[in-house]
Nanobody, 122 residues
Framework: QVQLVESGGGLVQPGGSLRLSCAAS????????MGWYRRAPGKQRELVAH???????DYGDSVKGRFIISRENAKNTVYLQMNSLKPEDTAVYYC????????????????WGQGTQVTVSS
């Protein structure tokens, strides 16, 4: 079993910044893939950012150039730095842990956090 504890969400004005954190614990391996996904009301879940154990990253098209994913493997923690926030970034953000050799789709991730709300006012 893996537990993911998220923090850092909140209310911010357009153009502002937030940093989300996700700490993993339990039966985990520090070098497994991790990712951030989000779901807005009435919208489908979408990729925000993905990072492999080796540090390679991928981003959803809507956040490229604005968000940065990083990790501290010794702390089993992944971060999402969110810059130049827009109202359309408003969503619940979920941290995900990959329990297999690699994850390429949302269904590949074995464990998910509880979600943290990010609200960008207009």
């Amino acid at each position: 079993q893996v537990q993911l504890v998220e923090s850092g969400g909140g209310l911010v004005q357009p153009g502002g910044s937030l940093r989300l954190s996700c700490a993993a614990s339990g039966n985990i391996f520090s070098l497994n893939d991790m990712g951030w996904y989000r779901r807005a009301p009435g919208k489908q879940r979408e990729l925000v950012a993905h990072i492999t154990g080796g540090g390679r990253t991928d981003y959803g098209d809507s956040v490229k150039g604005r968000f940065i994913i990083s990790r501290e493997n010794a702390k089993n923690t992944v971060y999402l730095q969110m810059n130049s926030l827009k109202p359309e970034d408003t969503a619940v953000y979920y941290c995900a842990y990959c329990s297999r050799s690699g994850c390429y789709h949302p269904g590949d991730f074995g464990f998910w956090g509880q979600g943290t709300q990010v609200t960008v006012s207009s």
